[in-house]
């Protein structure tokens, strides 16, 4: 069965400290993986995306993430975060096959303080 | 640009009322995907539409019902609520993308609807 794991539930950094969420996932084929963020009374957007290629992907606000195949994973970075970073950020997957459903992840709380 | 709307913001009902979640979009998008976000579990999806008059059921469908009379509006109802509906609730909308049921293109979400059931 498909799964996303985002074991950080909640994290608080300093400004200037660096990130890393970790997103782990299990299922056997291809898949298309995402990071979205939803800033406090926001809805969620779009952070960065992958489909192919290039293993690390550069996203929006300086987020990046790197796919490790062999690790199931997709870890979001950033090497310096700021207050406005202050959000939930989910990791979905998508399966490239049959019925493409998304699997979303249960999101990792991110306080940043000033 | 509106993007994806969703109305009402906020709603509180008694257990057994009847209620309808409208979500409108207008970015001419085909799919549509009403989701439901409750602390410690991420996003479950309820419903989803590939088309105008189609609609498909998700993760958790069971007592909600959806339709899409129109390619840009896509409503969820709750025919009798009860307090384990309690949520945020997400439409979201997405490009048909280039294969399968789901597309592959990044979804847009609304602002969510907050719903408690008391």
């Known amino acids: 069965a498909q799964s996303v794991s985002q074991h950080n539930h909640h994290v608080i950094l300093s400004e200037a400290a660096s990130l890393e969420l970790g997103c782990n996932y299990s299922y056997g084929g291809t898949v298309n993986l995402f990071w979205y963020v939803q800033y406090p009374g926001q809805h969620l957007q779009l952070l960065l995306k992958?489909?192919?290629?290039?293993?690390l992907v550069k996203g929006i606000k300086g987020f990046e993430a790197e796919f490790i195949k062999s690790k199931f994973s997709f870890n979001l970075r950033k090497p310096s975060v700021q207050w406005s970073d202050t959000a939930e950020y989910f990791c979905a997957i998508q399966a490239t096959s049959g019925t493409y459903k998304y699997i979303f992840g249960t999101g990792t709380r991110l306080k940043v303080l000033a | 640009n509106a993007g994806v709307t969703q109305t009402p913001k906020f709603r509180v009902l008694k257990t057994g009322q009847s209620m309808t979640l409208l979500c409108a979009q207008d970015?001419?998008?085909?799919?549509m995907y009403w989701y439901r976000q409750d602390p410690g579990m991420g996003l479950r999806l309820i419903h989803y539409s590939v088309g105008e008059g189609t609609t498909a059921k998700g993760e958790v469908p069971d007592g909600y019902n959806v339709s899409r009379l129109k390619k840009q509006n896509f409503l969820l109802g709750l025919e009798s609520a009860a307090p384990s509906q309690t949520s945020v609730y997400f439409c979201?909308?997405?490009?048909?993308?280039?294969?399968?049921?789901?597309?592959?293109?990044?979804?847009?979400f609304g602002d969510g609807t907050r719903l408690s059931i008391l």
């Open positions: 992958y489909f192919s290629g290039d293993p």
């Open positions: 979201a909308s997405s490009y048909t993308g280039d294969r399968g049921v789901f597309s592959n293109q990044p979804q847009h």
């Open positions: 970015m001419n998008h085909e799919y």
